[in-house]
């Protein structure tokens, strides 16, 4: 493989060179590392990654890529967008998978709740809890759990507003 220019990125060489079906793996690997550096700049990187994952049939590595994915768009304010990427995320981990189906069904649970979708977010965060506890998968339990709490805390001040109790005066 020849070398990168300096503004190439490694998996466009990738490309270059004809390893198409590698080139998907090096943003989709180090997305946890980019985003701790960087932020949009790679997130079409990453969904370059997720589409050449597909086109190779790589399940878990798409599966990984919309977990990314609904990571981000949850901490960047887009909660419908978050909602859907867990969702097909979802719909393709196998349940040996758990771990990354706890965490996918985590993050779809909050992406719904930010987006309204209060019962719906309570049965998947429920959900994730119980899988993780069956799979002794004790982050997942916690993420859960923590998700579980603020979303019941929310609804509590939603209550205590319907009664009038938390009015300004």
Do not use: F
């Not at 993780?132 to 609804?155: P, V, Y």
């Amino acid at each position: 493989m020849r070398a990168r220019s300096p503004g190439t990125p490694p998996s466009g060489t990738r490309c270059a060179a004809g390893l198409h079906d590698r080139a998907w793996r090096l943003p989709l690997l180090q997305w946890p590392l980019i985003v701790w550096q960087v932020r949009d700049g790679w997130v079409p990187l990453l969904v370059r990654a997720l589409a050449l994952a597909e086109r190779a049939g790589h399940t878990e590595t798409v599966t990984l890529a919309h977990q990314h994915l609904t990571h981000h768009l949850l901490a960047n304010g887009s909660p419908a967008e978050a909602a859907a990427h867990a969702g097909r995320g979802l719909a393709l981990a196998p349940p040996p998978a758990a771990p990354r189906r706890v965490v996918l069904r985590t993050l779809y649970g909050q992406a719904l709740a930010a987006t309204g979708r209060t019962g719906e977010a309570a049965r998947q965060l429920g959900d994730a809890l119980r899988e993780a506890r069956a799979h002794a998968h004790e982050e997942g339990e916690k993420a859960a759990h923590s998700a579980l709490a603020a979303l019941a805390a929310l609804a509590a001040l939603a209550a205590l507003a319907a009664l009038g109790i938390l009015t300004d005066r």
